[in-house]
């Protein structure tokens, strides 16, 4: 037998929202610890690989906080 439409479609719904729920939960965390590692890289210097790992991690950074602002709302 098969699954009513329905019921796939909440079933869907309900895994949709546990991915969303644990997306923004890794993305709030992710945007908690991130930082931790400015202060190495500025104290290694932003020349060469650090500067542009320290740029990548400003943009992970953003993108965390964007994603996970709602996260416990």
């Keep these: 037998m098969s699954t009513p439409a329905s019921t796939r479609l909440a079933s869907g719904r309900q895994v949709a929202g546990l ?3 644990t997306v923004k ?17 500025l104290y290694m210097g ?11 991690l400003l943009f992970a950074n953003a993108l965390a906080l964007a994603l996970g602002h709602d996260y416990k709302r």
């Design 19 to 21: 991915m969303t729920g």
């Design 46 to 56: 932003l020349e060469g690989t650090p500067g542009l790992l320290f740029v990548g």
């Design 25 to 41: 939960a890794a993305a709030f965390w992710a945007a908690i610890a991130i930082p931790t590692a400015y202060p190495v890289l």
